[in-house]
C-alpha cells in the first residue's frame, strides 16, 4: 500500500501508549491499532485532527506517501 501510517513513531516521540493516546483522542485501542499497524482502509479527518492535536504533529507527521516499485 503507498500510504504508510508513522503512527508509532510519533507515540514514540512522545512517549504515550497505545491506551492513552486512544483514551485521549475517543477511539477504541483496537482501532487505534489498526491505524498504527497500517490495516486502515481509511481514516476520519475527525480522528487525524484529534491524534495530530494529542501528539502536537502535523498530518504529514503522520502519513507517508511511498509509492510502489
Known amino acids: 500500500?503507498?500510504?504508510v501510517v508513522?503512527?508509532?513513531v510519533m507515540m514514540a516521540k512522545r512517549k504515550i501508549s497505545?491506551?492513552?493516546l486512544a483514551a485521549r483522542i475517543g477511539i477504541t485501542?483496537?482501532?487505534l491499532s489498526i491505524l498504527?499497524?497500517?490495516k486502515a482502509r481509511?481514516?476520519?479527518f475527525s480522528t487525524l485532527?484529534?491524534?495530530c492535536r494529542e501528539l502536537q504533529c502535523q498530518p504529514a507527521d503522520l502519513l507517508e506517501y511511498l509509492p510502489d516499485e
Open 49 to 51: 485532527e484529534a491524534l
Open 42 to 44: 481509511a481514516v476520519r
Open 29 to 31: 485501542p483496537a482501532n
Open 6 to 8: 508513522n503512527l508509532d
Open 1 to 3: 500500500m503507498p500510504i
Open 18 to 20: 497505545a491506551g492513552e
Open 36 to 38: 498504527k499497524n497500517n
